[in-house]
């Protein structure tokens, strides 16, 4: 089974419509992320927790809020979609290794249009 | 912002050449990582340099880092067509808060059987 995991995978959505997209993991990580990636730009953070009790916005949190529910799982919702949101969505993880740096760990991603 | 470009943004090479992909970036760093995304799928790890490392080797990869230039090189030695793929780099930013990774926007690698 997949460390990460995202659902849905796929998402058609209207324009003002409020959608959830949802990450699990079972590596047991503290940190969490929420990334887009579009065409050409490569990843760019929306918003990151480092534990349950916190939450941080990253570079393009506009339009985005989350939910760190448990240690495992971290939630990404669009309160009113609008199109320049149509982008492939991803949550990662990271945690301690004893090493300096830490790695992150990717979901497969959720692809979301928005019409 | 963008820390991290990376150049070329396209590489087109037959199997069994070497592939260089190359990344640039702005500000101090912790670390500078590079991973490796197939198409439309979640990104994957391939190798983490410090700053006050040179060089590192893990397999067919081999990674510089010139902190003077503020630039890495990614290496592929002995391509195969299963390498195709986008890769890209990702800094950790001594300045920014810690665990963070800002992300540069990708070389597409496609190797040609």
């Known amino acids: 089974d997949a460390d990460v995991t995202q659902t849905p995978r796929n998402r058609i959505t209207k324009t003002g419509k409020r959608i959830m997209l949802e990450c699990s993991q079972t590596?047991?990580?503290?940190?969490m992320y929420w990334y887009r990636q579009d065409p050409g730009l490569g990843l760019r953070l929306i918003y990151y927790?480092?534990?349950?009790?916190?939450?941080n916005k990253g570079e393009i949190s506009d339009g985005y809020s989350v939910s760190r529910q448990a240690q495992a799982k971290f939630s990404l919702s669009l309160e009113s979609a609008i199109p320049n949101q149509t982008a492939l969505y991803f949550c990662?993880?990271?945690?301690?290794?004893?090493?300096?740096?830490?790695?992150?760990?990717f979901g497969p991603g959720t692809r979301l249009l928005v019409l | 912002s963008q820390q991290g470009e990376e150049d070329p943004q396209a590489l087109s090479i037959q199997e069994g050449e070497n592939a260089t992909m190359n990344c640039s970036y702005k500000?101090?760093?912790?670390?500078l990582q590079w991973y490796r995304q197939n198409s439309g799928r979640g990104l994957v790890h391939l190798i983490l340099?410090?700053?006050?490392?040179r060089e590192k080797h893990s397999g067919r990869l081999r990674v510089t880092l010139d902190t003077s230039k503020k630039s890495s090189s990614l290496l592929i030695t002995a391509s195969r067509a299963a390498d195709t793929a986008s890769y890209f780099c990702?800094?950790?930013?001594?300045?920014?808060?810690?665990?963070?990774?800002?992300f540069g926007k990708g070389t597409k690698l496609s190797v040609i059987p």
């Open positions: 927790s480092f534990d349950v009790k916190d939450i």
């Open positions: 990702a800094t950790e930013d001594s300045g920014a808060g810690s665990y963070q990774l800002t």
């Open positions: 990662a993880t990271s945690g301690p290794t004893g090493a300096v740096g830490e790695t992150q760990y």
């Open positions: 500000t101090s760093i912790n670390n």
């Open positions: 340099i410090r700053s006050n490392e």
């Open positions: 590596k047991g990580h503290d940190r």
